[in-house]
């Protein structure tokens, strides 16, 4: 890393979404003598939240009053790529800082001298992808982490300049690992602003297990919120129940689609030890039932009453399409980093 010329601070452009993440990044640029030249934003479209899902939390996204330094320039869906270039040549910022926006592209990557720096909610390379926050809850982690990286033409594969692991708390919702994370950035965009400053990288503690894992709902699941998501009956019973517990979901019989609200209260059927073919009702209880899976018992809550399933009935199973891979990374992880139980609320 080379420091600017008399020490100067590097003049950096905010490109990011409208979350908790902005406020914390752009005071940490300017408390490592930074100076936040603009600030691009796009705003969460109408209807959908930058949470997995349930109600998003109390407050402004950015902080008391929503303040944030620097002026903000709109960025409309549908020609940021123009909107991004033309802002800087206008502003000619040294370096971008880049929070929950997406891919950009190679041309913009290479228009800062020092180059882009990319917020992760994760400890990269685990839960690389749009959605680390939600994969690490449907994980069942112990623990996640911030990563500040230096952005590379991939999804989330550049150099990691800095790591800071904290802990998931038992029912945590995504909002609250967001709000947890959004925490430590100002401290790490200090550090981080600062040794791009004077030459000298700031110094992380690593707590990743270095066991790669791209996540999003899409691509695991095929859909992402708020649409109403299908059961693959042949997943575990555990990331069926996690997943019912994040996302409005339902499964199908007949041509009859039965939405599923909860999974696994406790006491809801003795244990009896059966199972069943994926997708197989086993047994009904009032509006809950216990379905067999690829693996294990799912114990659900319908809408309505059940009175039109009984034993015996099959539902239609839908294709979630890389969940495999996604189950395959969790069962590999070290015991130490993940939970034994559905430990998330909805």
């Not at 708020?226 to 129940?241: H, K």
């Not at 339902?250 to 809801?268: F, H, K, N």
């Not at 379905?291 to 809408?303: F, R």
Request: proline fraction near 9%; glycine fraction near 12%.
């Amino acid at each position: 890393m080379v420091g600017l010329p008399g020490g100067r601070g590097p003049r950096v452009l905010v490109i990011a979404m409208r979350s908790p993440l902005r406020g914390p990044i752009c005071r940490g640029v300017r408390e490592g003598g930074g100076e936040v030249v603009g600030i691009a934003e796009k705003p969460v479209p109408t209807g959908k939240r930058p949470v997995m899902w349930g109600p998003s939390s109390a407050g402004s996204p950015d902080g008391p009053a929503g303040r944030v330094p620097g002026p903000r320039y709109a960025i409309a869906d549908g020609s940021e790529r123009e909107q991004l270039a033309a802002l800087v040549e206008r502003l000619r910022p040294d370096m971008a800082v880049v929070s929950r926006w997406g891919l950009l592209s190679p041309e913009l990557i290479r228009a800062f001298p020092l180059g882009i720096l990319n917020t992760h909610l994760s400890l990269l390379p685990e839960l690389r992808g749009k959605h680390p926050t939600a994969g690490a809850l449907l994980a069942g982690l112990r623990r996640t982490g911030v990563s500040i990286q230096f952005m590379q033409e991939g999804i989330d594969t550049g150099p990691v300049l800095l790591q800071r692991p904290f802990p998931i708390v038992d029912g945590d919702r995504e909002e609250e690992v967001t709000a947890r994370g959004a925490s430590l950035l100002a401290h790490m965009y200090r550090h981080a602003i600062a040794g791009i400053r004077t030459g000298r990288y700031p110094e992380g503690r690593w707590g990743s297990t270095g066991m790669e894992c791209h996540f999003s709902w899409r691509r695991q699941f095929g859909s992402e919120p708020p649409n109403r998501l299908p059961v693959d009956w042949t997943a575990p019973a555990w990331l069926i129940q996690r997943v019912i517990r994040f996302r409005s979901c339902y499964t199908s019989l007949d041509g009859w689609d039965v939405t599923l609200r909860r999974a696994r209260p406790d006491e809801a059927f003795p244990e009896d030890g059966r199972s069943g073919a994926p997708g197989e009702v086993l047994a009904v209880r009032g509006r809950w039932m216990r379905v067999g899976t690829g693996q294990g018992v799912a114990e659900l809550e319908v809408d309505a009453p059940a009175g039109d399933l009984a034993p015996g009935v099959r539902f239609e199973s839908a294709r979630w399409p890389r969940w495999r891979e996604f189950v395959d990374w969790v069962e590999a992880l070290p015991r130490e980093v993940k939970r034994t139980g559905t430990a998330c609320r909805a």
